[in-house]
């Protein structure tokens, strides 16, 4: 198993720019696919932007061109740079990981999930 904490969220105006991170512990000797989703109020968990454990991604066509994910394999961590920030990207963000190989934005099929940060964005 592994475990997953983000960190990162925060209050800006909207344009701003915020970098959320991802520690993930326990079970590092395997890669994982990963991710990061978003959650507003009175909506479904969506996916944001993923990472196969092959290094492939996919990002929501909402963000695509202003969040850029990345991996450190190395220190186990996954990033989410997001520029160009609007109010309708606030949410509660989370970070998930699964053991295969793939790059869906579908949150039912990821195993393990931090407890999410919150990002907010006022215009």
């Known amino acids: 198993q592994v475990q997953l904490v983000e960190s990162g969220g925060g209050s800006v105006q909207a344009g701003g720019s915020l970098r959320l991170s991802c520690a993930a512990s326990?079970?590092?000797?395997?890669?994982?696919?990963m991710g990061w989703f978003r959650q507003a109020p009175g909506k479904e968990r969506e996916g944001v932007a993923t990472?196969?454990?092959?290094?492939?991604?996919s990002y929501a066509v909402s963000v695509k061109g202003r969040f850029t994910i990345s991996k450190d394999n190395a220190m186990n961590t996954l990033d989410l740079q997001m520029n160009n920030l609007t109010p309708e990207d606030t949410a509660m963000y989370y970070c998930a990981a699964d053991s295969y190989n793939f790059r869906t934005l579908s949150a039912g099929l990821y195993n393990y999930w931090g407890r999410g940060t919150q990002v907010t964005v006022s215009s």
């Open positions: 326990g079970d590092t000797n395997r890669r994982y696919s």
């Open positions: 990472i196969a454990r092959d290094g492939a991604t």
